[in-house]
T-cell receptor, first 111, second 115 residues
Framework: GENVEQHPSTLSVQEGDSAVIKCTYS??????FPWYKQELGKRPQLIID?????GEKKDQRIAVTLNKTAKHFSLHITETQPEDSAVYFC??????????FGPGTRLSVLP | DTEVTQTPKHLVMGMTNKKSLKCEQH?????MYWYKQKAKKPPELMFV???????INESVPSRFSPECPNSSLLNLHLHALQPEDSALYLC??????????????FGSGTRLTVV
């Protein structure tokens, strides 16, 4: 079955700097890769996703890149702000397979 | 309506109590899920309903009993829980029946404490 690893487990950056979180997956059949942000005490919220037929996707300060050959995908946040502080979960899946989440990255943006 | 609504938001129950968690969505999604989330961990899948039929039960103890009365509602009945069952219980829905090609929409969760 699918296995998703995520690094780093914690990340601290200065406000305005960039943050990068990387996930690797094991099943080459996976073709959909969402990223969820979960603020303390709140629900996970989908912030961006990418499908296997696309190498990069961007939405304002957030971008995701996918390397199918290496089986890894990354979340990039530019010009970080204090409200970006949260736990970020990546996931991988394919039709017929429910989401397999990574263990999460706790991002702290320091003022 | 683009939300998944869960009630109650908080629940404290004794080990001999019976309680139910409720989840509702009006997005026309045909797949609904129950997840359990412990602190500092990712959500852990418990049950999947596809077109109101239970399609996946991830070896969850029988003290958790799911029910899907219709395509918009999902319940989780709780009985004789243990303190280790204390967690955030999240409901989610997705357009695709397997959740494989579309993102989930999560509810705000029920924070359950078993005493």
């Amino acid at each position: 079955g699918e296995n998703v690893e995520q690094h780093p487990s914690t990340l601290s950056v200065q406000e305005g700097d960039s943050a990068v979180i990387k996930c690797t997956y094991s099943d080459s059949a996976s073709n959909y890769f969402p990223w969820y942000k979960q603020e303390l005490g709140k629900r996970p919220q989908l912030i961006i996703d990418i499908r296997s037929n696309v190498g990069e996707k961007k939405d304002q300060r957030i971008a995701v890149t996918l390397n199918k050959t290496a089986k890894h995908f990354s979340l990039h946040i530019t010009e970080t702000q204090p409200e970006d502080s949260a736990v970020y979960f990546c996931a991988a899946t394919y039709p017929g397979q429910n989401f397999v989440f990574g263990p999460g990255t706790r991002l702290s943006v320091l003022p | 309506d683009t939300e998944v609504t869960q009630t109650p938001k908080h629940l404290v129950m004794g080990m001999t109590n019976k309680k139910s968690l409720k989840c509702e969505q009006h997005m026309g999604h045909r797949a609904m899920y129950w997840y359990k989330q412990k602190a500092k961990k990712p959500p852990e899948l418990m049950f999947v309903y596809s077109y109101e039929k239970l399609s996946i039960n991830e070896s969850v103890p029988s003290r958790f009993s799911p029910e899907c009365p219709n395509s918009s509602l999902l319940n989780l009945h709780l009985h004789a829980l243990q303190p280790e069952d204390s967690a955030l219980y999240l409901c989610a829905s997705s357009q695709d029946t397997t959740g494989g090609n579309y993102g989930y929409t999560f509810g705000s969760g029920t924070r359950l404490t078993v005493v």
